[in-house]
């Protein structure tokens, strides 16, 4: 009983320090335009920047974009032979279930024959991807409601009470999920095999059995990819964007998209992506660098392009799994 009670007055000591940190995000929240935010994250507070130009719904499209563009399933002379092969073992599964075996083992044959030298000239296509999902799971928070949960979460953790830390921690989402879903055709040769085997020995059930489970089978690769570091890839495309202009404000313009930009990789770091990665510091003394490039009226383009790229390299580095799946 008296476990029951500290778990109980802990729930509540949570509640209450949680209803703070929401007054006090919400006060943040209202005081946005006061300060340009800190370019460390040694800084005791943080302040959102003024909003940038664009809209959240425009800034959300872009995002997602991007994210189309970088897990866009390409479509190969390989992949286009390796469908091929897998609409006429669907067309062998009919010919079993019209009780024509012998046609169906025939057919068997020249697709393995097919797919083992397709799979010996292109091994990349022993998995070939066929749709691609994404699922957001966003936060609305900033960095020190954050850092707020993160040290809840952590006493709670360190007190024993780990589904409450659990509870906290799933309020430092904020991300997309990419599900990308590959046929594995390494494992099709066999299943072909074996098919055609059970063919030989009368047994068509068991035979079409076998090539459903293989065309049924999936390979469901996850990645998952921090929305602020997305956002903040949008925030120095913009940038650069501006400076190309030929507008009196453009030089304020990107100023403030790599303040964002600044803020956004900030509360990354902050909800825990890539904690303490020494690449978040190289990514902040870029953005330093740029916009003093800006305002002394230095060459700033290439720097722009070198900062995408080093984002983008940080990105796949951390977040991206496509690698593991070839």
Do not use: W
């Amino acid at each position: 009983m008296k476990t029951i009670k500290k778990i109980r007055k802990m729930k509540k000591s949570i509640v209450g320090l949680l209803s703070l940190a929401i007054i006090f995000t919400s006060c943040a929240q209202n005081n946005h335009n006061t300060t340009n935010a800190k370019e460390t994250t040694k800084a005791v507070e943080v302040v959102k920047p003024e909003h940038a130009k664009i809209s959240d719904k425009q800034l959300q499209e872009n995002v997602a974009k991007t994210m189309q563009d970088d897990f866009v399933i390409k479509e190969t002379q390989s992949v286009k032979e390796a469908m091929n092969i897998l609409n006429e073992t669907g067309d062998v599964i009919k010919k079993i279930a019209e009780n024509k075996p012998k046609v169906a083992k025939e057919k068997l044959a020249k697709l393995i024959g097919e797919l083992e030298i397709l799979m010996t000239r292109d091994p990349e296509v022993m998995l070939v991807p066929v749709s691609v999902a994404y699922q957001v799971n966003d936060a609305v928070i900033d960095i020190p409601a954050a850092r707020k949960i993160t040290g809840l979460a952590k006493k709670a953790f360190d007190d024993g009470y780990y589904q409450v830390a659990k509870d906290l921690m799933n309020n430092l989402s904020s991300e997309m999920i990419v599900k990308t879903s590959y046929l594995p055709l390494a494992t099709y040769p066999d299943a072909m095999k074996l098919s055609a085997a059970l063919l030989e020995d009368k047994k068509n059930e068991e035979a079409a059995a076998v090539l459903i489970q293989a065309l049924n089978t999936m390979v469901v690769q996850q990645d998952i990819i921090p929305l602020p570091v997305l956002r903040a890839e949008e925030f120095i495309k913009l940038g650069a964007a501006a400076m190309a202009e030929d507008k009196a404000d453009k030089k304020a313009v990107a100023q403030l998209y790599l303040d964002n930009a600044d803020y956004q990789l900030q509360l990354a770091e902050a909800l825990g992506y890539g904690k303490k990665d020494e690449e978040y510091k190289e990514l902040y003394d870029a953005i330093k660098d740029l916009k003093k490039a800006i305002t002394d009226d230095k060459e700033s383009k290439g720097k722009f392009e070198k900062l995408s790229e080093k984002i983008k390299a940080f990105k796949e580095r951390l977040f991206f799994k496509k690698d593991s799946v070839k």
